[in-house]
């Protein structure tokens, strides 16, 4: 663990991160001496801009889109789940001053909705829509949560038979179209980003039953078009990302850190500011 007390989100664009507002919460609430900023790298300019920070003393970085894949190619040594992601979100030095990078995003997903939600993800029938990096990110740490199955249903299909092959040893996973879906599911996650821009990709009514959470790993200060489509569906639970959002950072700060935050009255304050 480092001593350093300079912390940073990197990315490109970053002027909307509310990172440094969760870790400068999180920093308040435990007491750590950390200071966190953000860095808007150029974009032919990352890995330089990380090698900088940790020479000038840096304890740790999260970097944020476009830049997970180069952060994962720049670290010496990966966790299980950032392999599994092929990006990192958490970047520190071991002592030695290798690069380590770690992928948390998966991990605050199934902490939001299994510690902040109550959902059981043991057991149940899980469908993901969309097979982009913010899908793959996550699948790891969702198929150690040991769901019965995994449904990844994607526009372009053969995307989502790419992660079924990559992901095939980490649980039961399977490719299907939005048309062939046989529902209901227990849990359905949107991981597409059509929500962002208020569209949504063609689901049966059927797929929602009166038990479903539906959670949408995309937030915003209005429900997404996905949870409007989940509610009017009479879905038992319709959450969105910005628990996954503090959960990650907290991932994050306990790795730097080794202190878990607690995120609730985070989580609280971001949805009421
Ligand atoms: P991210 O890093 O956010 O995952 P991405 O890798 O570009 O971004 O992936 C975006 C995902 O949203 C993909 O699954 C994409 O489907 P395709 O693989 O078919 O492109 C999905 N997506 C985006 N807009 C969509 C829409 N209007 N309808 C359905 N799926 C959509």
Known sequence: MSDATRYAVVGNPIGHSLSPA????????????????????????FEQRV???????????NVTVPFKQQAWALADDHTQRAAGAGAVNTLW????????????????LVRDLMVNNDVELAGARVLVLGAGGAVRGVLTPLLDAGPEQVVIANRTIEKAHELCRL???Q????????????????????GTS???????????????????????????????????????????KTLDGLGMLVEQAAESFLIWRGIRPDTGPVIAALRNG
């Not at 090698?51 to 970085?61: D, K, Q, V």
Request: hydrophobic share 35%; with cysteine.
């Open 51 to 61: 090698r900088a920070f940790f020479s000038e003393g840096g304890g740790g970085l």
């Open 93 to 108: 030095q071991d002592e030695r001053g290798r690069l380590q990078g770690d992928n948390t995003d998966g991990a605050g």
């Open 194 to 236: 059509a929500s962002l821009q208020g569209e949504l990709p063609p689901l049966a009514d059927t797929l929602v039953g009166n038990n479903t959470v539906c959670y949408d790993m995309m937030y915003g200060s209005e429900t997404t078009a996905f949870n409007a489509w989940a509610g009017a569906r009479g879905a038992a």
């Open 22 to 45: 969760i870790h400068t919460r999180f920093a308040e609430q435990t007491g750590e001496a950390v200071r966190y900023e953000r860095i808007e790298a150029p974009l032919e300019g």
């Open 167 to 169: 992901f095939a040893d």
């Open 171 to 190: 649980g039961s996973l399977d490719a299907s179209t939005f048309e062939a879906l046989k529902g209901p599911f227990d849990v359905i996650i949107n």
